[in-house]
């Protein structure tokens, strides 16, 4: 079985001795080529821009200090995500100013949901979905909504989600589950209106996603 080769080996090479003549030439190639996407992570965890620009500016930091002992044992691209994860979370976590509740669906679950009352900061909107989704999804707690971002924005496998977020799939699978669960509560007590049936992950026997799940919402 041929193994996927990463696109960014050679530049990655380059960045691994910050004093070589084109150590910042093929940081700048890394930073343009995947600053969108890891802002686009970032906004989903966080809710907002000015976090978000934040913990992108942190993620591409540690990346700085972080890129010589980055060993190739995945691609580049999911090592990075890993990061933007971690920070993202971390930057949620130093500024939320309440205590996480736990909404309790049963006595055998429990689903992690953030502030219940949506504020300023939550009423951003990004491009790839609704104002009132990116609100339902604001009310989520970092890790769940870091899951969606990677497995909507990013369209990761599970395979891939095992490998950027360092989980079991079977704690992948059940982290989906409950985070489309806690979505779904969140908007069908905020957002009555808003149909997201057909925007939720419609998962096959293969763990494959459906033509019209979450991530395709214009």
Not at 102 to 110: G, S, Y
Not at 114 to 125: E, L, Q, S, T
Not at 157 to 164: C, K, V
Request: glycine residues 6%; charged residues 25%.
């Amino acid at each position: 079985m041929e193994l996927l080769r990463d696109p960014d080996t050679e530049l990655i090479a380059v960045c691994r001795d910050p004093g070589s003549d084109g150590f910042e030439e093929a940081f700048e190639v890394l930073f343009q080529r995947y600053r969108e996407r890891v802002y686009a992570i970032a906004f989903r965890v966080a809710g907002n821009q000015s976090d978000a620009m934040d913990i992108v500016q942190e993620s591409f930091a540690l990346l700085f200090r972080k890129l010589a002992s980055f060993k190739g044992n995945s691609l580049f691209s999911t090592w990075l995500f890993r990061i933007v994860v971690n920070c993202s979370i971390d930057h949620r976590r130093r500024t939320q100013s309440h205590r996480v509740p736990v909404l309790t669906v049963d006595q055998d679950n429990a689903i992690e949901v953030a502030d219940v009352a949506p504020g300023p900061r939550d009423r951003a909107i990004v491009h790839e979905v609704g104002d009132q989704v990116q609100q339902a999804i604001s009310q989520l707690s970092p890790k769940l909504r870091a899951i969606l971002a990677l497995r909507y924005l990013e369209e990761m496998s599970y395979e891939d989600l095992a490998a950027t977020l360092e989980l079991s799939m079977g704690t992948i699978k059940s982290r989906l589950a409950r985070a489309h669960l806690a979505l779904e509560h969140v908007v069908r007590s905020r957002f009555p209106t808003l149909d997201i049936s057909r925007k939720l992950e419609v998962e096959d026997d293969s763990g494959g996603v459906a033509s019209d799940s979450f991530g395709g919402v214009g």
